[in-house]
């Protein structure tokens, strides 16, 4: 008898589960952002939650979770109940640059405590200055830097963001050392770069746009294999005399190990049709954000990828968090 109530009970609970995947999404969804507004990543993680609102017929909400260079808004997701309801931006620094740079510390594996459902998006990195600069060009900038070591101030969105990765970058291979200034979130790094308060930047695009559309800011350089459409008279830094150069940032959607794999592939199914429907994507599109929409396997091989690759960048260029 109580082998057969057992029995009952485990029938009813797959029958239970599988009724909830067929009904999903029944509430609505955290995208977790694990960085501070007014940055790349919110621009990003609001155009998909926008458009996976619209396609679910649930409310999919964005939820800011900074700190740690992402690492507590990936330890919290981690955790979280594998159903589908809590997904995370996958971002080059979470996936990418931190199990280089934090190594055994690293509070979170990128390959086992999340399940990929697609690549959205890769954004070129852009060295910009206040449109005061007198640095009118990249070898402005590098020689300005070089007559003044030690001396110009570039802002990030925080230590070990991706736009303090690609500067420590740029700086070892063009010799020059620049002072890092560590801020929380793009947004207030930008303002004190328009106003002077720093000198540099090497953000991601989207979040650059506005202020460079309305003078504010110059860019000086994309850090991308090919000219931006969306800034096509700015030269690359492989073009600007660094040959082979190339660093961008890329943004991609991840849910907790576990995860149903047919929730997994509804969701991927809809993301990939809402970046192909150029209403949906308008936002990333003006601001330059190169979209992909691949399946989880290939996002999956990309992520591996991108881990050897920043893994020798910064193990050659010495970068360490501040």
Same mark, same amino acid.
């Given at each position: ?7 009952? &009970? ?7 589960? #599988? ?22 990543? @919110? ?31 990936? $330890?919290?997701?981690?955790?979280? !109940? ?8 996958? #971002?080059?620094?979470? =996936?990418?640059?931190?199990? &280089?740079?934090?190594?055994?510390? =690293? ?24 449109? !005061?600069? &007198?640095?009118?060009? *990249? ?24 736009? #303090?990765? &690609?500067? @420590?970058? %740029? ?8 002072? #890092? ?88 199914? $809809? ?7 150029? $209403? ?10 190169? *979209?992909?929409?691949?399946?989880? @396997?290939? %996002? ?5 990828? @991108?881990?050897?690759?920043?893994? !020798? ?10």
């Amino acid at each position: 008898m109580k082998k057969l109530i057992l029995t009952a &009970a485990a029938v009813s609970t797959l029958a239970f589960s #599988h009724a909830s995947i067929a009904a999903y999404p029944e509430k609505s969804i955290r995208l977790v952002v694990p960085f501070a507004t007014g940055g790349t990543s @919110e621009i990003i993680a609001r155009s998909v939650a926008n458009s996976l609102s619209t396609s679910l017929g649930q409310s999919v909400y964005v939820d800011n979770k900074p700190g740690g260079a992402g690492n507590i808004a990936m $330890e919290e997701v981690k955790r979280a !109940k594998p159903d589908g309801y809590t997904l995370i931006l996958g #971002h080059v620094g979470t =996936l990418a640059v931190n199990p &280089a740079l934090f190594g055994n510390k =690293l509070p979170y594996d990128p390959n086992k405590d999340f399940v990929p459902i697609t690549l959205v998006a890769k954004v070129p990195n852009v060295i910009a200055v206040s449109s !005061k600069s &007198a640095n009118k060009t *990249l070898a402005d900038f590098v020689a300005d830097a070089k007559k003044n070591p030690g001396k110009i101030n570039y802002g990030s969105a925080g230590n070990g963001s991706a736009g #303090h990765l &690609a500067m @420590e970058y %740029f700086s070892s291979v063009a010799g020059i050392d620049l002072v #890092h200034v560590p801020y929380k979130g793009s947004g207030p790094m930008l303002t004190d770069l328009i106003s002077g308060q720093i000198q540099a930047t090497f953000n991601g695009l989207p979040s650059l746009m506005g202020q460079i559309n309305g003078g504010a800011l110059r860019p000086l350089a994309v850090g991308s294999a090919d000219r931006s459409n969306a800034l096509p008279n700015v030269p690359t830094i492989s073009e600007s005399g660094y040959k082979g150069f190339e660093t961008s940032q890329w943004y991609g959607i991840m849910a907790p190990a576990g995860t149903p794999k047919p929730i997994i592939d509804r969701l991927q199914k $809809e993301i990939t049709k809402a970046l192909q429907n150029k $209403e949906d994507s308008k936002r990333m599109l003006d601001d330059g954000a190169i *979209l992909i929409g691949d399946t989880p @396997e290939q %996002f999956a091989a990309f992520i591996k990828l @991108e881990q050897g690759r920043w893994g !020798k960048v910064v193990e050659k260029a010495g970068i360490k968090i501040d």
